[in-house]
């Protein structure tokens, strides 16, 4: 019957948005069945992701009162009268993405455009400013609509390990895995990665994954570029000069070029190039400054050309605290003559999650994959808001933080 | 043997750049066989493209004393020892671009950006500014390297017919037809082409030639829309309107948006855009003034999420004509926050004509394709300095010019 | 509410597979909502497919009983409560297969072999042996499961026109567009179709769609012939001789051929070849004999090195009416060797009629496609029986019958 | 000058095929350039290949005073005057295509097919029946014509090391990576390789580098088998069972089944099937028995509905030595029923080394890929009669042979 429920009590405990760089654990209401096709899912692990700090930074419009949390697995806790795929018990990981699996977009595979779920867009997403009327995972029970369609099953149960593997495939490692897609990654190929947070790390990963035959990576933390170097990539430190510069020179220097022959000297970079930074990226040689389009420029300058650019880091259209006006408005400075004369393809946007959630994940049962060594810390509910304010800080290698609502705070 | 030649005189006609908005028909010498591969073509037809007025007008590096004309077609006059496939008296058109066929670029099929023949770039290109040594064909006879692989053999012979369809496989029919590649363009496909010029006007006729179900193109000059119309394209004046507001509304009344299911009102765009007109834009509000992004700025807003944009207008990353400094270096503002929130995939470039030009020449063989339609003059070489003036202000009906080098002026 | 009606009476017309050979119109029990996610729909036109004929001539498992109709178009007369996309009144068109849109494969696109709807295999579709328990549309009503993904939304309403280019929509353009789709068929293609059935000549049709220079189309009936003809393909009267050698014959003397390098006379044929026959091809040589490979030894003869073969005429496993025991199983002698020294690519299976239909349908309100050429009768449901006969026998011109449950039989 | 020659001798040691089972290292002439566009090549290793069996054991048209060898590497000695990109000194591999680059066949990327380089068909090979006038390089020194096209330029020198893997980059790299191209690996797929010879165990080598979850490699013999489990494939012994059952079996015991949802079982097989055995495939039942159509029967049933085959393993059109008259002239039994059911795509053919070669060869360099596992004998040219002889028996563990010309027999 729809919308009966067990004993559960309708209160339970969820990460609540405030106001700029607040968050707070609340008692909100039990979520319930709201369409003979949603689900109830008990969280197991929730994730904090990067772009939540876009929102807990008070960089997109306001959502107080929003229960956050998009990197959602867990438990199906009750399923509606029309699910016919999972049941009772089954262990799923979410995509971000709210989906209906039968619009124009869902049905070509662009399920990051869905035109059913959200009234006022065509993305949905949980906990998300303008991604829809959906609340968030981090949270004990979360409501998932469609759930034929938007869950995967996972082997196992709770504790069989692969927890935090299985988790990214909610989110990053699909993201970091689009990245080289947009990118044109293909084995042998040559890939510069922007940014080595989570996303970053994982599209390197990815292009790995995928046989890449050299993989840069670019940042200045030293602990991240240290774990780029662990998973086989060769990390390239902006504050020991232009990153560009160092690539040319490194690849100038190894076999690979010796082999060239003559005219290939003009291809100095690499063919894949992808943005897992974003328009929050900083000036290089100021670094205390926002420069968004840092990260872009190098790119265009990196990828040699005829090759290919994917943007996984995001760029807002309406963005109240940027350094520039014209950035309010999602303008940029952008050097589109160069972009054009090395006849260069830019792909960007939200990753279509489910196109390579189930691949992923096979990847992982097979253990010929494990993401989750990009998470520094699991935590209880209790201690989200000092988990966000931390990974806002980036302080203490808090890198990537998750959630597990069913343990309780020390 | 190499570098034999026959009884012709080494003296011949050929159009020559002097300064800007200047050009002249000069004598100058001969060309001959430089290596075993190249072939030697006595010029039939020769096109003046829209990219030549960016010479003419001056707003590329000076090229004073270049011989003009990358749009060529003609006959087999003599072939280098290591030449096989082509022979005296073939008919033949010549891609724009120059080619090896072996380096990495064109053994991927990126002939647009070939390593081999320009020692200063990755480009190649006849009588065009940083495209390498090559003269033009705007002239009597012209020299091809690697014949083999450059010259696509046409039947018939000049006189036969077809000479100007035939002739616009060198650079402009690819060309339209490149931004439906890259535009992603299929059989049921929306598509919104900006500029009717030759290479907008192909680009819709090439649309329609995929099987696009709806091809809108936007310009403002009457003549232009009026042969949009008679390919069975639909026709924006900007002048009388927002081009992308027009759009939606034709597209909210058609019987095709009534077809729609709820959520689909939220993509009242096309799937697929073309920028056929480059940085050389103008301000829709105020066209005397250039604005270089105007065309981009519509596009980004007229394509529907998830969807694709083509650009195969020019931008270049050095311009000293350009409206402002950022210009100069190929700097423009742009709207990367709606690009990225709304899904699209850029994507840029001079075309790789080679991928194309032989199934566009078995359409027009099979009588399925006349492109020529665009063709406004055809004239004596004598006449090109007029030309070139008249085209470059769009005057009487000077749409598209090709030159007959073997006519003599009346 | 789920299974609440309206005053319809609960007994229907209906046709019903009786034994080989026999089908009568019935009264049956009215379809009723059987899960949230189902519609049902108020039929107002169904087809008779060539398929239909393998089960009327009992060349598969025995049906009886069996409503059939898998081509089904019309008006929506009740939804589940979990149906939110259309709602009753809207007119729509449904694929022949049934699918449920989440499991691997329709997720993937290949809703041809949906894993969920039918119990006993991989592929569900209406009225039709070995496709699930799903009733066939030739009736007044038809039980359409998960609504939201199986009906492709119509402009209009019945009697508004179209209706008959509509319903085409649900199984045989499709069919005939990705017959083009698996043999890759470009701008520019040669294309051979063997079968001028409705599947062969709508392959034709979609091939001229989608830009194709040459389309052969190969037949023995005078009367599709010339259908083949007025579309614009080449027609092939194989009784006037070997069809390949007459392909061959046509291309080496086409202008086509003239313009040819050295070499090209080595690919005599054409790049990409269609089966729209099927496993009750005749044999050439005495055509009242079944030579199950007939056809594909020919498209392996004429399809050129390199190219690619489309499957779309249907091959059994399992056909207890086949001429030899090995064909009985499902196996043919097949000239393997040649297929792998010409490098072809052999592509099979039912089409995945909703990767198709929406742009199809687009083509259609565009104006630009008109399926319905190939409809030779449109009659009530009272002469199916009679249909059934005469299209079996392919007499007085019956090369394509719809059904109106609509209207009373004359 | 073209034709001249500097000191060396006119004389050189050669593998040359005699009779049946049969071959003899001879004096013979050297090879001289023949047009401005050749190479000659001092060869350094030169692979004997499972399809040179096939001449070997007479299984193809006579080929007596061949000199064989299609696996070729080595130095370039001299070039012709049209050469630009290689000179004297430079390391180089060859692929065993020999292509012209310039027909219409090698620009689209299928250098299997050139139109050109072969009088008497659309292959052209090394020292191979069918494939034109080449020589082989089981020799000291060979001729390769369109040397900027097909030579591939390596670091290092030769005894720098990678001696054997970048030779494999000739042939049976890429030929097991292109099995893996046609059976559409992707990142996550479940793969399942028939044959654990070289190319066998390079395509599921080939497999892992793309980034497959689970391949399985089928075979009788324990030391090919144990090398498939060295590189992570999972190693199915059919002298076990039914391969396909075993494959069935293990899958559904594994963690990823239990993943699956409901309908999922429906497809215990893989996506992807490789025939890396081809027409002289042993019946299971009876290995001392040939059946050629083995191993495509087992993958029609192993690879899951609408999944790919790749055949890589080489099917005759005439085959003197065939077991049957049908078999003789390339007809065969097959499942087409099945096939088509299972809508499934079978793909084959020559591999086109040129689109892989330099992927593979930088995955090499940068230590991604050590292909060289495979090679069990490293001889010099003298032995090469025993080496054959061996070989063809698979005895003393001789499952892959290189020859070193420039090397003295003990």
Not at 3 to 11: E, K, L, M, S
Not at 86 to 105: M, T
Not at 237 to 266: C, H, N, Y
């Amino acid at each position: 019957m729809v919308g009966a429920r067990d004993a559960r009590t309708p209160i339970m405990k969820a990460v609540v948005y405030k106001s700029p760089c607040r968050v707070e654990v609340q008692d909100v209401t039990d979520p319930r069945l709201e369409a003979p096709t949603d689900v109830i899912v008990k969280i197991t692990t929730s994730g904090i992701c990067g772009s939540d700090l876009h929102m807990y930074e008070g960089r997109t419009p306001s959502m107080e009162g929003m229960v956050l949390g998009h990197e959602n697995m867990g438990v199906i806790e009750e399923v509606g009268t029309a699910v016919v795929s999972i049941k009772k018990g089954d262990r799923v990981v979410i995509p971000f993405n709210v989906s209906c699996g039968f619009c124009f977009n869902c049905e070509r595979g662009f399920t990051n455009a869905c035109l059913t779920v959200n009234p006022e867009g065509y993305h949905g997403g949980y906990g998300y400013a303008k991604m829809g009327p959906f609340r968030g995972g981090q949270a004990e029970y979360l409501r998932v609509p469609y759930g034929d369609f938007n869950c995967l099953k996972l082997p196992g149960k709770p504790g069989d390990g692969h927890e935090n593997d299985f988790l990214l495939l909610s989110d990053v490692f699909p993201t970091g895995y689009y990245g080289t897609e947009l990118a044109g990654v293909v084995p042998g190929a040559t890939v510069a990665v922007f940014g080595a947070g989570p996303v970053g790390l994982l599209a390197a990963y990815s292009a790995m994954l995928r046989g890449a035959a050299e993989v840069y990576v670019i940042d200045c933390v030293q602990a991240r570029l240290a774990k780029a170097s662990d998973i086989g990539a060769i990390p390239i430190d902006f504050t020991q000069g232009d990153p560009v510069e160092q690539i040319f020179e490194l690849r100038s220097t190894t076999a690979f070029v010796e082999a060239r022959r003559p005219g290939e000297e003009k291809m100095p970079g690499v063919m894949c190039g992808i943005d897992a930074v974003g328009y929050q990226a900083r000036d290089r040689e100021q670094p205390e400054k926002e420069r968004p389009t840092q990260v872009l420029e190098d790119l265009i300058r990196v990828v040699n050309p005829t090759g290919r650019i994917g943007v996984v880091g995001v760029y807002m259209p309406s963005d109240p605290g940027a350094p520039s006006d014209a950035a309010k408005h999602g303008q940029f400075q952008f050097p589109l003559g160069s972009l054009f004369e090395r006849e260069l393809r830019l792909s960007t946007g939200q990753t279509p999650v489910k196109r390579f959630n189930r691949f992923l994940r096979d990847l992982i049962i097979a253990g010929r994959a494990r993401p989750s060594f990009i998470i520094s810390h699991r935590l209880p509910l209790a201690e989200a808001p000092d988990a966000y304010q931390k990974f806002d800080r980036r302080s203490d290698g808090y890198t990537k933080v998750v959630l597990d609502p069913q343990r309780q705070a020390a």
